[in-house]
């Protein structure tokens, strides 16, 4: 069966740290990944997305996220955090016809 | 471009009662999934309708339900509401590519509805 594992349900950092966020998969065949992020307050919005080719993909606000298909992972990563990026963060596997969402990750910067 | 939107922001309603929750999607986008996004259990997949048929379903009861209607709408029912229904239902929409036999392109999320049962 398809799943998605988030591996850290809550992430505390200062301003300026750097950011991973893990995502597992499990799915037999081709996937495409996503990255949702919802701040306090506001609806889920796409961050970044991976159908094929460069398995480095670069999304908005300075994420980017690295598809590793021998680890059937999908991290989200950004160099350099800020107190905005506060908000909690969905990773998303689509396998066929499904789209399984990740438990979340919830990130709070301290300014 | 308008984005996806929900009716009503929140429901209120009690034990036993019927729910329904609307939602319009983009123009042009011929998909419309459902979520419950329960405290602590992220998002849940509930219904997928694509050109007005039921395409998938979740890990739910019977007694949530729903159809779209031919401008794409759709509409969740649930009916003998039970206090743990009480989350926030997110409905997304994206640009359905069924017919060409192509997978469904990314899923654009509205505002949800706050459904709290008392």
């Known amino acids: 069966a398809q799943s998605v594992s988030q591996h850290n349900h809550h992430v505390i950092l200062s301003e300026a740290a750097s950011l991973e966020l893990g995502c597992n998969y499990s799915?037999?065949?081709?996937?495409?990944l996503f990255w949702y992020v919802q701040y306090p307050g506001q609806h889920l919005q796409l961050l970044l997305k991976?159908?094929?080719?460069?398995?480095l993909v670069k999304g908005i606000k300075g994420f980017e996220a690295e598809f590793i298909k021998s680890k059937f992972s999908f991290n989200l990563r950004k160099p350099s955090v800020q107190w905005s990026d506060t908000a909690e963060y969905f990773c998303a596997v689509r396998g066929g016809f499904k789209t399984i969402f990740g438990a979340g990750t919830r990130l709070f910067v301290k300014a | 471009e308008a984005g996806v939107t929900q009716s009503p922001t929140h429901l209120i309603k009690t034990r036993g009662q019927q729910a329904t929750l609307r939602c319009s999607p983009i123009s042009g986008h011929t998909s419309v999934y459902w979520y419950q996004q329960a405290l602590g259990l992220g998002l849940q997949f509930l219904l997928w309708?694509?050109?007005?048929?039921?395409?998938n379903r979740g890990n739910f009861p019977p007694r949530f339900s729903g159809r779209q209607f031919p401008n794409y709408s759709s509409e969740l029912n649930v009916n003998a509401l039970e206090l743990e229904d009480s989350a926030l239902y997110l409905c997304?929409?994206?640009?359905?590519?069924?017919?060409?036999?192509?997978?469904?392109?990314?899923?654009?999320f509205g505002p949800g509805t706050r459904l709290t049962v008392l």
């Open positions: 309708y694509d050109e007005g048929e039921e395409r």
């Open positions: 799915y037999g065949g081709t996937v495409n």
């Open positions: 991976y159908f094929s080719g460069d398995p």
């Open positions: 997304a929409s994206s640009w359905g590519g069924l017919a060409g036999g192509l997978s469904p392109d990314t899923q654009y």
